[in-house]
C-alpha cells in the first residue's frame, strides 16, 4: 500500500533528551512536511523540503532539526533547545505544488 | 507573508443545515488552496481543493469557492450529517511553495 508513516506513534521524552520522530514515504513525493498541532492553535510548519538534500525553516523551526538524505525519509529532531515540546507532531508529503497527505501523528509527551 | 485567517473558530449546526467557514489570505503569489478535515487523533485528510484559475468546485454536498480579489476562499457543505463533524483546516500555497494552515474550525453537527 502507497502512503506516509510516522513512528512512533506515542513517544515520551525526558527532559534535556532529544528525540527522534520518524516519517517515510513511499508515495514517490518531492515534498515534505513537519508541523506541530498545539490545542487552539491548528498546523504550525516546522521544517519543509522540496527536493532531497535541501530543506527550509519554517515559522517555528527553533529546537528542531531534520535532514533529507533520502526522497523517502524527513526525520525530525526534538532537542533539549525546544522548551515546550509537548505537542502531537504531523508529517506530511506531496508533489510539489499538490495534494498533501498526512501520517497519523505522533504525540510528543516531556516527562 | 503567507498568513491564512479562518473563522469561525468553532461551529454548530443543526443535521440537514448547510455549513460555512471562511478563510482569508495575504499573499497575492497563492494560487493552491485545499481543504482538510481532521477527526480525533489523526491526521488531515483532504476533502476538495481549488486553484487559483478556478472560482467554484463542488463535489456532492462539498463546494469550495475563492474570490481572488478580495483574497478569501471559503467551504460550503450542504445537508449536514453528525458523521460531518470534525477539525476542519483550510491552507494556501503560494511562491514558496510552503503550505500553511488556518487555525482551523470545529464544526459539530447536532442530530
Known amino acids: 500500500d502507497g502512503g506516509i508513516t510516522q513512528s512512533p506513534k506515542y513517544l515520551f521524552r525526558k527532559e534535556g533528551q532529544n528525540v527522534t520522530l520518524s516519517c517515510e514515504q513511499n508515495l514517490n513525493h518531492d515534498a515534505m512536511y513537519w508541523y506541530r498541532q498545539d490545542p487552539g492553535q491548528g498546523l504550525r510548519l516546522i521544517y519543509y523540503s522540496q527536493i532531497v538534500n535541501d530543506f527550509q525553516k519554517g515559522d517555528i523551526a527553533e529546537g528542531y532539526s531534520v535532514s533529507r538524505e533520502k526522497k523517502e525519509s524527513f526525520p525530525l529532531t526534538v532537542t533539549s533547545a525546544q522548551k515546550n515540546p509537548t505537542a502531537f507532531y504531523l508529517c506530511?508529503?506531496?508533489?510539489?505544488?499538490?495534494?498533501?497527505?498526512f501520517g497519523q501523528g505522533t504525540r510528543l509527551t516531556v516527562v | 507573508g503567507e498568513n491564512v485567517e479562518q473563522h469561525p473558530s468553532t461551529l454548530s449546526v443543526q443535521e440537514g443545515d448547510s455549513a460555512v467557514i471562511k478563510c482569508t489570505y495575504s499573499?497575492?503569489?497563492?494560487?493552491?488552496f485545499p481543504w482538510y478535515k481532521q477527526e480525533l487523533g489523526k491526521g488531515p485528510q483532504l476533502i476538495i481543493d481549488?486553484?487559483?484559475?478556478?472560482g467554484e468546485k463542488k463535489d456532492q454536498r462539498i463546494a469550495v469557492t475563492l474570490n481572488k480579489t478580495a483574497k478569501h476562499f471559503s467551504l460550503h457543505i450542504t445537508e449536514t450529517q453528525p458523521e460531518d463533524s470534525a477539525v476542519y483546516f483550510c491552507a494556501q500555497q503560494g511562491g514558496s511553495e510552503k503550505l500553511v494552515f488556518g487555525k482551523g474550525t470545529k464544526l459539530t453537527v447536532n442530530p
Open positions: 499573499d497575492s503569489a497563492s494560487n493552491y
Open positions: 506530511a508529503s506531496s508533489h510539489r505544488r499538490g495534494e498533501a497527505f
Open positions: 481549488i486553484r487559483s484559475n478556478v
